[in-house]
């Protein structure tokens, strides 16, 4: 039966005009990416490393990110198909088949069955599609607006002054706590404006009361949903309720989040029914908004009527839509804010431009008063310039194309639709019905016809990172790791040019004056449209994409503006004193294999479980107040990176 499947799929492969490769078993498949895809990983150390166009690599669901723009390269096609008996999927890193298929929704929808279990709380943006899709985002997408950005700025602002508060009490100490606290900062700012509750600071420590009737507090019960979210979707409830303890207290808090929520949606329509205008600045928050945008008379009809044809939203399926805010908002703002922090702890030279970029803006070093502080942060004035800034714009981006969280964008087309025609480099092919679709980011944010890049000249076997390869698979090109991009790569995507490490000056472009030649005026480059997608493109792009920069830039610009981040190097000297003793050159020595040893345990820790994020809180970092660098401008000075 699988032979006959295979065979079919390879015969319409074949008419579809569409370069392809044939694979034992499709990565979509529950049970091989449930256990054979970790056999296979298992078994690699016995054989040679695969090849980038092996099956061995295209069957895993991960490539995409893991060895990301290679499989491209090697067949020399940026659009190509894998077979296997039970179906096809198409892989492309070419933004003009990119835009064609973003923009034609209806020919390549979203796969929403793959979505199914985010229903957890009722019917939501992202697991309904047509007319019901249209009635969600058209409600639900203003309550992300304008007010919204406003507390999200506010939330940020003031749990990144805490966190940093709480950073400098440990200063003898290295932090390893960076991706956990990222991951409570966005809880912290999400819960604020998505329920306008006070989710805590993280420097305060005080335990919270717990309210009459329940036995979690709000921000404990939506902590635990968030960080157990997979056994959420994925577990029956009956086995999470009957199940050993740790299973008890998840579903516990599935139940106490629901009954907060419940309660909250009834008091929010009860205050907006009973006085709109007086309670229109306490309801800023996403839920307030949601049903604000909402006429309640047609609301309280739809649930016995078809809501699709009444046009508001159920009650369920506003729990659904806030849930599903929740979701898709909470890992991947972390998860970014933990890698841009990396990666500039990572690379110091680029988090000094980024100091000098707030400095230009917010006014030099911080300040002890907590009035200039809070007028140094304001909305209206900080925002917008903060925003308008190339630097700061290409720091962001730049974090976003290289680690961005979601690595590919799942589309399709259905199979009972007919075969959609793509143009693909100047030539129609069709797309089969039943093929899946994945629009893979990570491998069209490193494709070279699309981005500034600098060519790199062969590794020098000397240099003391080449010293520490270790790692079988980058030995893949037979060279080992470069200096010049080992910081953020691994793998052997990209050998020849720099598009796999972190470069922020890949975004910019300086006019230069007609009169005398000199540098006028930095602006931010345009990559075409299907190029850059880290927040995907066209009608069903992400609704949070303001959401996550507004986050993004307030939490660098309270860190940054007053400290630095530095790599921890406790681990490779004994005591931060020892090596303000060394000189420069024994400095950057430590330095280099700090930067390594960070680049390494990224590699080893990165892992898709939701999204793309690197697991563990396991790179030390230290905060610094600014100027009082350990690794400071003079070790860099003349660097050739
Ligand atoms: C760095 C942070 C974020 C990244 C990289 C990101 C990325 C994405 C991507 C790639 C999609 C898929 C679009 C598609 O299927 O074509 C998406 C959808 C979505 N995102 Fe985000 N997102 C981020 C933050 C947020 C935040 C903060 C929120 C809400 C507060 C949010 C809400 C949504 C929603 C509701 C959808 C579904 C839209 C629809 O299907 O109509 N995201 N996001």
Same mark, same amino acid.
Request: a positive charge.
């Given at each position: 039966?699988?032979?006959?499947?295979?065979?079919?799929?390879? *015969?319409?492969?074949? =008419?579809?005009?569409?370069?392809?490769?044939?694979?034992?078993?499709?990565?979509?498949?529950?049970?091989?990416?449930?256990?054979?895809?970790?056999?296979? &990983?298992?078994?690699?150390?016995?054989?040679?490393?695969?090849?980038?166009?092996?099956?061995?690599?295209?069957?895993?669901?991960?490539?995409?990110?893991?060895?990301?723009?290679?499989?491209?390269?090697?067949?020399?096609?940026?659009?190509?198909?894998?077979?296997?008996?039970?179906?096809?999927?198409?892989?492309?890193?070419?933004?003009?088949?990119?835009?064609?298929?973003?923009?034609?929704?209806?020919?390549?929808?979203?796969?929403?069955?793959?979505?199914?279990?985010?229903?957890?709380?009722?019917?939501?943006?992202?697991?309904? +599609?047509?007319?019901?899709?249209?009635?969600?985002?058209?409600?639900?997408?203003?309550?992300?607006?304008?007010?919204?950005?406003?507390?999200?700025? %506010?939330?940020?602002?003031?749990?990144?002054?805490?966190?940093?508060?709480?950073?400098? =009490?440990?200063?003898?100490?290295?932090?390893?706590?960076?991706?956990?606290?990222?991951?409570?900062?966005?809880?912290?700012?999400?819960?604020?404006?998505?329920?306008?509750?006070?989710?805590?600071?993280? +420097?305060?420590?005080?335990?919270?009361? @717990? /309210?009459?009737?329940?036995?979690?507090?709000?921000?404990?019960?939506?902590?635990?949903?968030?960080?157990?979210?997979?056994?959420?979707?994925?577990?029956?409830?009956? @086995?999470?309720?009957?199940?050993?303890?740790?299973?008890?207290?998840?579903?516990?808090?599935?139940?106490?989040?629901?009954?907060?929520?419940?309660?909250?949606?009834?008091?929010?329509?009860?205050?907006?029914?009973?006085? /709109?205008?007086?309670?229109?600045?306490?309801?800023?928050?996403?839920?307030?908004?949601?049903?604000?945008?909402?006429?309640?008379?047609?609301?309280?009809?739809? %649930?016995?009527?078809?809501?699709?044809?009444?046009?508001?939203?159920?009650?369920?399926?506003?729990?659904?839509?806030?849930?599903?805010?929740?979701?898709?908002?909470?890992?991947?703002? #972390?998860?970014?804010?933990?890698?841009?922090?990396?990666?500039?702890?990572?690379?110091?030279?680029?988090?000094?431009?980024?100091?000098?970029?707030?400095?230009?803006?917010?006014?030099?070093?911080? $300040?002890?008063?907590?009035?200039?502080?809070?007028?140094?942060?304001?909305?209206?004035?900080?925002?917008?310039?903060?925003?308008?800034?190339?630097?700061?714009?290409?720091? @962001?981006?730049?974090?976003?194309?290289?680690?961005?969280?979601?690595?590919?964008? /799942?589309?399709?087309?259905?199979?009972?639709?007919?075969?959609?025609?793509?143009?693909?480099?100047?030539?129609?092919?069709?797309?089969?019905?039943?093929?899946?679709?994945?629009?893979?980011?990570?491998?069209?944010?490193?494709?070279?016809?699309?981005?500034?890049?600098?060519?790199?000249?062969?590794?020098? /076997?000397?240099?003391?990172?080449?010293?520490?390869?270790?790692?079988?698979?980058?030995?893949?090109?037979? *060279?080992?790791? %470069?200096?010049?991009?080992?910081?953020?790569?691994?793998?052997?995507?990209?050998?020849?040019? +720099?598009?796999?490490?972190?470069?922020?000056?890949?975004?910019?472009?300086?006019?230069? &004056?007609?009169? +005398?030649?000199?540098?006028?005026?930095?602006?931010?480059? $345009?990559?075409?449209?299907? #190029?850059?997608?880290?927040? $995907?493109?066209?009608?069903?792009?992400?609704?949070?994409?303001?959401?996550?920069?507004?986050?993004?830039?307030?939490?660098?610009?309270?860190?940054? &503006?007053?400290?630095?981040?530095?790599?921890?190097?406790?681990?490779?000297?004994?005591?931060?004193?020892?090596?303000?003793?060394?000189?420069?050159?024994?400095?950057?020595?430590?330095?280099?294999?700090?930067?390594?040893?960070?680049?390494?345990?990224?590699?080893?820790?990165?892992?898709?479980?939701?999204?793309?994020?690197?697991?563990?809180?396991?790179?030390?970092?230290?905060?610094?107040?600014?100027?009082?660098?350990?690794?400071?401008?003079?070790?860099? &000075?003349?660097?050739?990176?």
């Amino acid at each position: 039966n699988n032979l006959y499947c295979l065979t079919r799929n390879i *015969r319409t492969a074949r =008419k579809s005009g569409i370069r392809y490769v044939v694979v034992p078993v499709n990565s979509y498949n529950k049970w091989f990416s449930l256990l054979g895809a970790r056999l296979l &990983s298992l078994a690699d150390p016995l054989f040679s490393p695969p090849s980038p166009t092996s099956w061995r690599w295209l069957v895993r669901g991960g490539w995409p990110w893991r060895i990301r723009y290679a499989p491209f390269a090697k067949l020399g096609t940026d659009t190509f198909m894998t077979v296997a008996p039970g179906g096809s999927i198409l892989y492309t890193a070419d933004e003009d088949v990119i835009r064609q298929i973003l923009g034609r929704m209806k020919d390549f929808p979203k796969p929403i069955f793959l979505y199914r279990n985010v229903d957890i709380f009722g019917k939501n943006v992202v697991t309904t +599609d047509g007319a019901s899709w249209r009635r969600h985002r058209r409600l639900v997408a203003p309550a992300l607006g304008e007010k919204n950005n406003r507390m999200v700025w %506010d939330e940020t602002v003031r749990q990144m002054q805490s966190l940093t508060r709480k950073w400098m =009490k440990t200063q003898k100490e290295a932090i390893t706590t960076l991706r956990g606290d990222a991951m409570l900062l966005s809880l912290n700012v999400i819960g604020r404006a998505g329920f306008g509750q006070d989710m805590g600071i993280p +420097d305060d420590g005080k335990e919270k009361k @717990i /309210p009459e009737g329940h036995s979690m507090g709000f921000a404990a019960a939506l902590g635990s949903l968030l960080n157990n979210i997979l056994m959420v979707v994925a577990l029956p409830k009956s @086995i999470l309720r009957r199940g050993p303890k740790p299973l008890r207290v998840v579903y516990e808090s599935y139940m106490e989040f629901r009954q907060y929520m419940c309660e909250m949606l009834a008091d929010k329509q009860a205050e907006i029914q009973s006085s /709109p205008e007086a309670s229109s600045k306490s309801n800023m928050d996403l839920l307030g908004q949601i049903i604000k945008g909402q006429d309640l008379h047609l609301l309280e009809e739809a %649930d016995d009527k078809d809501p699709d044809t009444t046009g508001g939203l159920t009650d369920s399926e506003v729990l659904g839509n806030l849930f599903v805010l929740l979701f898709a908002g909470h890992e991947t703002t #972390a998860g970014t804010l933990h890698s841009v922090l990396l990666l500039l702890a990572i690379h110091p030279w680029y988090q000094r431009r980024l100091q000098a970029a707030l400095d230009s803006i917010l006014g030099s070093t911080g $300040s002890d008063d907590p009035a200039s502080e809070t007028s140094k942060f304001h909305y209206d004035t900080a925002l917008p310039k903060l925003m308008c800034d190339p630097f700061i714009t290409a720091v @962001i981006n730049e974090t976003l194309r290289v680690m961005g969280p979601i690595p590919t964008i /799942p589309k399709y087309v259905p199979a009972d639709s007919e075969p959609q025609r793509l143009m693909v480099d100047g030539t129609e092919v069709s797309v089969p019905p039943g093929t899946m679709i994945k629009l893979c980011a990570s491998c069209v944010h490193r494709n070279p016809k699309y981005w500034p890049h600098q060519v790199l000249p062969p590794p020098s /076997p000397t240099h003391p990172l080449s010293l520490h390869t270790g790692n079988k698979k980058e030995k893949i090109d037979g *060279r080992g790791p %470069d200096p010049q991009r080992h910081w953020t790569s691994w793998g052997p995507s990209n050998p020849h040019n +720099d598009l796999e490490g972190f470069r922020p000056d890949r975004w910019l472009k300086t006019m230069h &004056s007609a009169r +005398d030649g000199a540098p006028a005026f930095t602006s931010v480059i $345009s990559p075409p449209f299907g #190029a850059f997608i880290p927040f $995907s493109e066209g009608p069903r792009a992400c609704l949070g994409k303001r959401f996550a920069q507004v986050e993004l830039v307030a939490a660098l610009a309270v860190l940054f &503006s007053s400290y630095s981040v530095e790599l921890g190097v406790e681990e490779l000297v004994p005591g931060v004193e020892g090596v303000d003793a060394m000189g420069r050159e024994e400095r950057r020595r430590v330095w280099e294999r700090a930067a390594e040893e960070a680049n390494g345990r990224w590699r080893k820790h990165s892992s898709m479980v939701i999204t793309l994020q690197m697991r563990g809180n396991c790179v030390p970092v230290r905060l610094v107040p600014r100027g009082r660098e350990v690794f400071g401008d003079g070790i860099f &000075s003349g660097h050739s990176w």
